[in-house]
């Protein structure tokens, strides 16, 4: 197996890829223009369905093993960055954003793909093989839940019934009041905090692109043109739920979670791969919520096996 080796991005003006990445539009099924990449040349095709927040360089260790071998498609999900903001706020619900993953493969001309989801990107994967699984291939999910996600965010252990309750009213809180926006929003600017992560991260998972993607990360949630919407976001997940849907996909599934990880946390996982039929669930004891960044040479060769079988 091929050793995964961080590519300094640091020393990129934007990322390592930018030479051979082309950036695409294409309009959504109710008329939203989508901003999306695309990387690599080869026959099979794979959709990259982000976390909250995340961009191409959340897909680092993806994009240096696999471009060669598939075309990766990576988009921005409606109202984030570079794609277009819908009028209506339910227009940003999980079952429009599967949609848009539809309207970019048509596209595209693609008929069949293999979809890797990460975070909120489990969510709109499994919403979108709920409604075409005759065009999916296979599924990675890392760190994801199958719905509901307030109910269970920040509750390792156990679930407390209404916590999610109490997360709504302080994001609606936020939402109301433009000075708690714009404090939160500080915190890109305050480079301590920046720095610090970055090289926590760099020297605890001894990976240093884990540095510079920290900085990013940050820099993209926490932008005033972004952040309301990130939240509002939040609490389309907590609406959505896919759990009934799960027993009817029958497609290849690799599942891999982390057992630190607080934001989705590992049991739900562990409740995917019970109702997939047709699932592989992979724990890492030690690993969190960027478990792709965190493990990328053990989750490397577990997707690589995966696909060999596909």
Not at 10 to 16: K, L, V
Not at 193 to 218: H, P, Q, S, T
Request: proline share 2%.
């Amino acid at each position: 197996m091929n050793t995964y080796q961080s590519g300094h991005m640091s020393d990129m003006s934007e990322t390592r890829w930018a030479e051979v990445t082309e950036n695409k539009t294409c309009s959504s099924k109710d008329g939203i223009q989508l901003f999306y990449q695309t990387i690599g040349s080869g026959d099979k095709v794979m959709i990259l369905a982000n976390g909250l927040g995340g961009r191409l360089y959340s897909w680092a260790p993806f994009l240096d093993y696999l471009s060669s071998d598939y075309k990766l498609i990576c988009w921005d999900y409606r109202g984030l960055f570079d794609s277009e903001t819908p009028q209506k706020i339910t227009d940003l619900s999980i079952t429009r954003h599967a949609q848009d993953i539809k309207a970019i493969l048509d596209n595209e001309g693609v008929e069949r793909v293999i979809l890797a989801g990460w975070s909120m990107g489990v969510q709109v994967s499994l919403e979108f093989a709920s409604h075409h699984q005759d065009m999916v291939d296979g599924l990675i999910l890392l760190n994801g839940t199958h719905g509901h996600t307030l109910e269970t965010a920040f509750q390792p252990l156990f679930r407390h019934p209404y916590s999610h309750k109490y997360f709504h009213e302080v994001i609606d809180k936020v939402l109301a009041s433009s000075k708690y926006i714009d404090l939160l929003c500080k915190i890109k600017d305050i480079k301590k905090i920046r720095v610090m992560l970055g090289r926590f991260l760099k020297f605890w998972w001894k990976n240093e692109d884990l540095e510079i993607i920290a900085e990013w990360f940050i820099n993209d949630i926490f932008n005033k043109a972004n952040f309301p919407l990130i939240l509002k976001l939040v609490q389309e997940l907590d609406a959505h739920s896919v759990y009934h849907h799960l027993r009817d996909i029958h497609k290849p599934v690799l599942i891999l979670s982390g057992g630190s990880d607080f934001l989705t946390p590992s049991y739900q996982s562990v409740e995917i791969a019970r109702k997939l039929k047709n699932s592989k669930h992979i724990h890492f004891r030690v690993a969190g919520h960027f478990l792709l960044l965190e493990k990328s040479n053990e989750i490397m060769g577990h997707v690589r096996l995966f696909l060999s079988k596909l």
